[in-house]
């Protein structure tokens, strides 16, 4: 394997606190722990995070992932200073996350404000072999005479989701003056966190506080010259959404002892070892002229492990996955459409979790009088609606603007059972398509079919926000009408035998021969909706230029960019993506190229979804264009890209833009592979699971060369192609 | 009047964030604001804090004074630079309060990390004229070439109180595009707090923002070099503990409007103007060597100001006062014994928050067993006792420890039934003692009777815990039982007729002739409990040296500390203060001179009180060592003296220990001046109030001096004196 690359942070900023807080994030798909310093900073936001553990504050707030009692923060006094990378002088500077093994590490030399120099070290990790161990590292070496040094830390709680807490302290201890343990109990539930930590500092005296939430270690060491202080803290972190727990404290300070007992390095070795073979599975490599792009796939890769909760089916893959506060930890249409395809064991545990919240589903349907399952927009660990009623304020009405989504945007549903054919398609799981996912087709169907309008003898699908959410309350959304078309096709074809019903069955084929579906007009464009095409159209430039930061709200007010055209992101287009064969390759060119100029790309969502797209029109520089746009969202120059959390999404469309986009992998009928490489990339190699079948891609310019772990038949740029054990093919014999 | 002083920071100095802005805090009864700086600081806790709003967040928390919102936060960012001054370089400093207008104003010259220099001013104060008015001004001056200015400020609600919060967002409003207003309601309750403010920043252009409870004005601003930035913000605070609110936010946004109409300079004269009375009816005025002896004079002065909340019975007096979250803004004992004596006014308002709260003290009476009324040891809005249960964790067992103090330090009921009658002698208000203050030592007399244990034929108390909190669980505590029986005596003289049945006159005679007294040994020394005589002693000189700081529980744990002869505080001390005239000279100074090397005077309420005895006792050298240092536990050296709030008490005890020590007046069977200033004191002049006479007493080191409002009769060194209009005395005449 190629070597790892790494994530720098090439100089101190203190405009990127939170984003590299963000990018450098520790996760494990149990914990997430945000990448902050060891000392504190005012506009440093803390976070840890536990899947699945969400909690609602008050009663006009919002169930949000709840952050945690903080443990990563050291307040440090050398020499009477207060250490802060504001003060003094930086006189050397490293910080990088090492994506092989997760570990973060800083090394500082500072001048304090008196002049004396320390060099400040600092490594930490969050297990991957054990979920619940997080352990940090910190020296400090003085280097121009002796120091007398105070090291403060332990176990935060008074951290909170912007002021909103959730935890209740319920007990404090120490046991054998040296293992700090908290638990905290999610207000007004049982369920309880536990929060151990160790920590060793030699040279030091310690004495030990507990007082307003914050149960902290206190070291006084003094250092000679040239000597170095060194800490070591190691933490166990528990939670227990569904509170089996007996014994619970005690089991988990057992397991923080023996986990400290083992110290940092051999902590270490243990999970880089477990790290090592998801790593053999999963990675992209790729030789190209520009190093960032394979940077961009192993970031990519990094997070889409560090947010797959792979041990719980009761939570899923929120927004900003495990890294921020962004979007309150809720789950989106973005897990189905862009998180799943990358891992198909975990995906049906991803599908399991909307199986399980089936219920809230179809209470939400009921509620808005439809029946079936009409799943909630945001959603975290039951199944209800989450989605928040306010968002910004409107400053000329002074009231702040109703959000619209959980109203109106229910292509949701059909994109979850777009996910279910997709997970089938890949895997071949067919007793998963026999119980949860026919379960699923069936209820999202049953949804669609009611929530039709009967016009002129055809049924009609109004007032809905199809992906594109700057067009609000329209009529016959293509996107939400074809997915409409697909999910009841597909319920019919493949829901259970019990819920097939004559009656269904009637009511499933008149929706599939009524349903209104916006045809392309004689340019080959399809119509977003029915209105679309008859609003005004504006210069999109200075707005497209700014794109994700939605600057025409500074211009326009919702309901003025609702009467125009102009798209926040792929609307028809994703239609495309999601459906390949649905439209002739003209259609999708023509009307990939009149929705560009209309398109701001305000939402992560867009840009590599028009690379791929473009990539199957066969244009690959611009493909590579938009993805290599879509790899920057996070990683890019802005230093407020990802305050609060990455992108998920745009982390899974880094993935899927290579493996969709440019190496043209497609399921239609069986596996199809349509090479379209960028130019500059001179090797890209990947792995596949296909139908349980372990594959081994790699592209050049020119050739295919294939390991298949069984027999594989597949189509290259449509042609069928048998092979086992290894093969190789020009592209030129094929196109 | 002489010239008021000022409290000055001489430097910046990141470990004196919290003790400056407690120190410099602001507070006119009604609110108190910390005067935290604009931009923020990690270790920099902010705090805004209404009387009698209180709440308890958690099952398992005690209920706290809230933190409010936010509105002295102003972010700044100067030519990119986050403006820190931990970076870059202080050219030139001053930050000072003003005592008479309690103006803070702070001038710094910043070179910032590029080497540009600004100049940046801010002033602000909380008004004395209109309770819900406070005011901000900030300018920025770039002296190094034209700067392009972002400040960014507004309605904070992340604010919690060490991260526990009490209040959710009711609504945010922007009223024409300007006047920005945040309605907060206290969990649970129907009690609102509206905050609005309104900002106006000259070459600015501005955007709003609402989000995680953050209602902020960003402005935008280039400043050509030498021009000046001038931010003025207007900020209207309202609650209503009782909620009778009718139009609550259209009323407070109609002051807003009001006040900002009329800015910043005309708001301040017209706070200045309401606070000149006062100072001239209250100020306590010294010629002396020591400049500091007036200045902590006008520190304390201006802070009894500050925190008394004059407006509402309901409230009473924090134990920080209005400029902290230490003891979680509870009410304790210091505020009858230490608070009450400096304003006869408000004082008997703060009995009646004691009167309304005798159901509270009734209950927790019957739930321990007893009769009457046993006020809660701490207490907040309700009279339910406050107490928290659990303390520091004690690192040896790993358990947290209980706080005795609500169970056993019962002394508190007796001082209440003290400061009655010392009310009542002060100002004669016989109305008061028929309905109130008759109640209240009827009920506190009902308790001590049903407190007792019958030994020998003697009734006695047993398992108190006296004012010395470093000696629990003991029988007959001095200060305890003579406490008491002036308690039950005062009952029998002035309780309620109907209340004086001959049952109750029966037992309260039978309480006083049995109760055991504790006496003076054959050295004249009182024993402060029967089991004290008979403990070890210990050299306690470095844990003395470190007064305050209780580091004897470094090295014993408390159960250790309860079996020798130490004392935290002045007990049997504190009892010849409260009651002089209960044991002889020669008692009191044997006494005072046994106790000082066994007390550690780990309580502000300590020295201060041992002044006032020395003082009496003749000494008036010891007195003054004793309130220097008692006047320097907030404004000494000690970086974190006060971190969580002023000692409220030892405020007070400033003021007391000059008037009750140095000039020695005191009030037994009239009012009684036996003046000892210390050297270099020249001149002491001060207003009282006697009687509803206004008198001013000026004492030099051999005369006193008083003009009066009416004919007088006081004794001067125990000589009776009648006069009116001005007369003037010769010590020498009298000794």
């Known amino acids: 394997m190629k070597p790892m690359t790494t994530l720098n942070e090439a100089r101190f900023d203190p405009h990127c606190l939170n984003k ?17 310093h060891e000392e504190s900073y005012s506009q440093q936001n803390r976070g840890m995070y536990m899947a699945g553990l969400y909690h609602r504050a008050g009663e006009r707030d919002v169930t949000e992932l709840i952050n945690l009692p903080d443990v990563v923060g050291m307040d440090l006094e050398i020499d009477g200073a207060i250490f802060s990378l504001l003060s003094g002088e930086i006189l050397d500077w490293r910080r990088e996350l090492s994506f092989s093994s997760g570990e973060v590490m800083r090394d500082v030399l500072w001048r304090a404000p008196n002049g004396r120099r320390y060099r400040i070290t600092s490594r930490r990790f969050l297990s991957a072999a054990q979920k619940s161990l997080f352990a940090m590292r910190l020296s400090i070496t003085p280097l121009h005479g002796a120091a007398q040094i105070k090291l403060t830390t332990g176990i935060d709680a008074t951290q909170t989701n912007s002021g909103r807490q959730h935890l209740d302290e319920i007990s404090l201890r120490v046991y054998d ?7 905290y109990r999610v207000q007004g539930s049982q369920i309880d966190v536990s929060i151990g930590c160790h920590c060793t500092v030699t040279h030091a005296v310690n004495r030990i506080s507990a007082v307003n939430r914050k149960l902290l270690q206190h070291a006084t060491a003094h250092v000679a010259q040239g000597e170095t202080l060194c800490c070591e803290k190691i933490c166990w972190i528990a939670g227990d959404p569904d509170h089996t727990h007996d014994g619970f404290e005690a089991q988990n300070l057992a397991a923080l002892k023996t986990a400290a007992d083992r110290g940092y390095e051999a902590l270490l070795d243990e999970s880089r070892q477990a790290m090592a073979p998801w790593w053999r599975q999963s990675r992209v490599e790729l030789d190209c002229d520009d190093a960032q792009d394979q940077q961009a796939l192993d970031f990519a890769l990094y997070h889409l492990h560090a947010m797959t909760p792979a041990h719980d089916e009761r939570a899923s893959i929120a927004a900003k996955g495990l890294t921020g506060e962004g979007y309150k930890g809720h789950v989106f249409w973005d897990t189905e459409v862009f998180l799943l395809p990358f891992w198909p064991e975990t995906a049906r ?12 589903a179809q209470h939400k349907a009921r509620r808005c009088g439809y029946q079936g399952a009409l799943f909630p927009w945001e959603s975290a660990r039951t199944g209800e609606e989450e989605t928040p009623e306010f968002a910004a304020i409107n400053i000329r009405t002074g009231q702040r603007q109703r959000v619209a989504s959980a109203l109106a945007e229910h292509h949701l ?6 996910a279910v054919m997709r997970y089938v398609d890949i895997t071949g799981d067919e007793a998963f398509l026999q119980r949860e996912g026919g379960e699923l087709l069936y209820q999202t169907a049953c949804f669609w079919i009611s929530r039709t309008t009967e016009v002129d003898g055809h049924l009609e699908i109004h007032d809905v926000i199809g992906p594109d959410e700057y067009t609000e309350h329209v009529n016959n959304n293509a996107f939400t009408n074809y997915m409409a078309l697909y999910n009841v096709a597909n319920a019919l074809k493949h829901g259970p035998a019990a819920r097939l019903t004559a009656d269904f069955k009637a009511k499933a084929a008149d929706f599939i021969a009524r349903l209104r579906l916006p045809q392309a007009d004689s340019s080959h464009v399809v119509p977003q909706d029915d209105s679309f095409f008859s609003k005004p159209c504006i210069d999109l430039s200075r707005y497209q230029a700014l794109a994700g930061k939605q600057t025409i709200l500074q211009d326009y007010s919702r309901a003025e960019v609702n009467e125009m055209q102009i798209l926040k992101q792929a609307d028809v287009v994703m239609l495309f993506y999601l459906q390949p064969g649905l439209f002739t390759p003209d259609v999708q ?3 990939l190229a009149w929705y560009l100029p209309r398109t701001i790309h305000d939402s992560s969502l867009s840009k590599t979804i028009h690379g791929i797209v473009a990539a199957r029109c066969n244009d690959p520089q611009t493909a590579y264009r938009f993805w290599r746009e879509g790899s920057q969202i996070d990683l890019g120059d802005d230093p407020h890209s990802c305050d609060d959390g990455i992108h998920a999404a745009a982390t899974g469309a880094i993935w899927l833009g290579v493996i969709e986009g440019f190496a043209g992998v497609s399921v239609e009928q069986g596996l199809c592979i349509a090479p379209r490489l960028p130019q500059g990339w001179r090797r890209l190699r990947f792995p596949l699971c296909y139908q349980g079948i372990r594959l081994t891609l790699e592209l050049t310019p020119t050739h295919l060369t294939m390991t298949t772990s069984a027999p594989l038949t597949f189509r290259l740029y449509g042609q069928s192609v048998s092979f086992s054990g290894q093969g190789s093919w020009a592209y030129q014999d094929f196109i």
Chains 1, 2 share one sequence.
């Open 20 to 36: 590299y807080a963000t990018l450098m994030a520790a996760g494990n798909g149990y914990l997430g722990i945000r990448a902050t």
């Open 177 to 183: 003056e040296r293992y700090l343990q908290g638990v």
């Open 349 to 360: 545990q991803l599908l399991r979790y909307r199986w399980h919240n089936l219920p809230g």
């Open 413 to 418: 549903v059909a994109d979850i059972a777009w």
């Open 589 to 591: 060119k023509a009307s």
